[in-house]
């Protein structure tokens, strides 16, 4: 892995921790040599992730769409900036670019960029590792909800381990280091009783 593309929240949120999460993140990537790919903000999470990445020495490449940067919520310290035409070509940008994937907290937007990216794991169309960093148990209820889709059969059981998980940065990039795709979609059509 050379780059990691960190979803995040543009918002700070109610516990300190996140805001340490994030800064714990970013400096550990440039630390570890890793450059991060984000969404090219400089307010809440994104802000705390990229600019302790770029304070520790790291490399930082952002995706922005139009819209979001002429509304000058921009990171302009970013070592590499790309200005897309849309969200979904954010996304798409960013996957290109990406060896592995990270959500720390965030709202709506984290959510959907997890999951769409999650989902084309699940799918096959890349393989690689997505992770969460469950910053103060914050993804705590969302894991219940993945076991939740397990027991009740719109989730296959073996797609669990598509989404790692852990506490601690280190430990989860370590993961991520030495995850090993299983071939093929990890999908099936439900049968028809």
């Known amino acids: 892995m050379k780059t990691i593309c960190v979803f995040c929240g543009s918002r700070f949120g109610k516990s300190p921790v996140y805001r340490d999460t994030a800064r714990t993140l970013g400096r550990l990537l440039a630390l570890r040599g890793l450059t991060l790919v984000y969404g090219g903000g400089n307010v ?68 959907d960029e997890l999951f769409e990216i999650l989902t084309w794991a699940q799918l096959g169309v890349h393989a690689k590792p997505v992770g969460l960093l469950d910053a103060g148990g914050y993804f705590a209820p969302l894991l219940q909800m993945v076991e939740h889709a397990i027991t009740e059969d719109f989730v296959r059981a073996d797609n669990r381990e598509l989404l790692l998980h852990e506490t601690d940065a280190s430990l989860l990039l370590d993961r991520m280091q030495t995850h090993q795709a299983v071939p093929g979609p990890k999908w099936s059509l439900p049968v028809v009783p």
Request: glycine letters at 14%.
């Open 44 to 111: 809440g999470l994104m802000g705390e992730v990229a600019n302790a990445c770029l304070d520790a020495g790291g490399k930082v490449i952002g995706v922005i769409p139009g819209f979001l940067d002429r509304k000058e919520v921009t990171l302009t310290a970013c070592t590499e900036l790309h200005v897309v035409d849309s969200m979904h070509a954010r996304k798409a940008r960013m996957a290109e670019l990406a060896d592995g994937f990270v959500a720390l907290p965030g709202g709506f937007g984290t959510f």
